[in-house]
């Protein structure tokens, strides 16, 4: 009973220890560039290195006097 207890304790004080601190309090300009695509890399494949199409191109939607915004009485 005594060896259960102390075993408890000591998992449950090394779980409660403190998590490591970063090395650095800046983020570097790697960690920045993580969402472009690596076409300077050795091996990265081709196709990845041209631009793609435009994900949601720009629209503005519709003005009130063409009445598209569901307003009252519309059908």
Known sequence: MKFSII????????????????????????????????CSVKGASAANCRPGAEAN???RGCNAIEKCRGGVGDN
């Not at 490591?20 to 695509?37: F, M, T, V």
């Open 7 to 38: 075993t408890l304790s000591l998992i449950t004080l090394a779980s409660a220890a403190p998590a490591a601190k970063p090395q650095s309090g800046e983020i570097s300009y790697g960690a920045l560039n993580r969402d472009h695509i690596p």
């Open 57 to 59: 191109p720009y629209n």
